[in-house]
């Protein structure tokens, strides 16, 4: 009886408890066995992106790419190189341009000067001769100052042994230097004057980088082929 009535009384929460540790038990064999599994399918989904990167960074660097040159490029206001035996003076740029505006306001000033003569004669109109007269001579004595050294003066000189070429406001020449009169250098001017056989160019011996070489160069140039 004693037995029986232990058997049936029995504690029931050390049923659980047992119950419980089988589980445990349990779970704990399933996670063992599927931890390798798991681990195998982790490293094959790695290991390709670790191969396709490799590849990645083996496409994009490509030691052996030669660099590109810069000879196929445009280059503006390319300069070109000296010859030989060749000089080259010149004056800065925006001294060159400030020519072609002088010019064109005395051609503008002359113009209309003239037109407005022209139509108060047509007109009828009173003019008085005296003022025409120191018009006249105003606009003169400008194009004299400012016209003849703006359009005969020489933007770029180049010398070699043979020739002299000049570059002036409207047009360039190429002279030999028998062609070469008289080289005239006045204290009171800042013009150096040249002089040819059909014409004559003015030199600012103030614009002109290194005037002074280029002084020595025609004189010695002109006396050479004289003698």
Not at 187 to 206: H, S, V
Request: proline letters at 4%; aromatic letters at 10%.
């Amino acid at each position: 009886m004693s037995k029986r009535k232990k058997k049936k009384y029995a504690d029931p929460n050390s049923a659980k408890l047992k119950q419980g540790s089988d589980n445990i038990d349990g779970s704990q064999e399933d996670w063992l066995d599927d931890s390798p599994s798991a681990g195998s399918a982790d490293s094959g989904d790695q290991q390709p992106a670790k191969v396709s990167a490799e590849s990645r960074t083996g496409e994009g660097e490509k030691p052996d790419a030669k660099p590109k040159s810069s000879k196929g490029k445009l280059q503006i206001f390319k300069q070109k190189a000296e010859e030989p035996g060749v000089e080259t003076y010149k004056r800065p740029l925006w001294k060159h341009l400030l020519r072609y505006i002088i010019a064109f306001t005395i051609a503008v000033l002359n113009f209309s000067i003239v037109m407005s003569f022209i139509t108060r004669l047509e007109h009828g109109q009173s003019m008085d001769v005296l003022k025409e007269l120191f018009f006249f001579v105003f606009v003169g004595i400008v194009n004299v100052l400012f016209a003849v050294p703006a359009i005969f003066e020489v933007n770029r000189a180049r010398v070699d042994d043979e020739t002299l070429q000049l570059d002036a406001l409207l047009w360039r020449t190429r002279l030999k230097w028998g062609d070469l009169v008289e080289f005239e250098q006045p204290r009171f001017l800042k013009f150096a004057i040249l002089r040819t056989k059909r014409c004559f160019y003015l030199i600012n011996r103030r614009d002109i980088i290194a005037f002074d070489t280029l002084a020595r160069s025609i004189t010695d140039k002109m006396a050479s082929k004289r003698s």
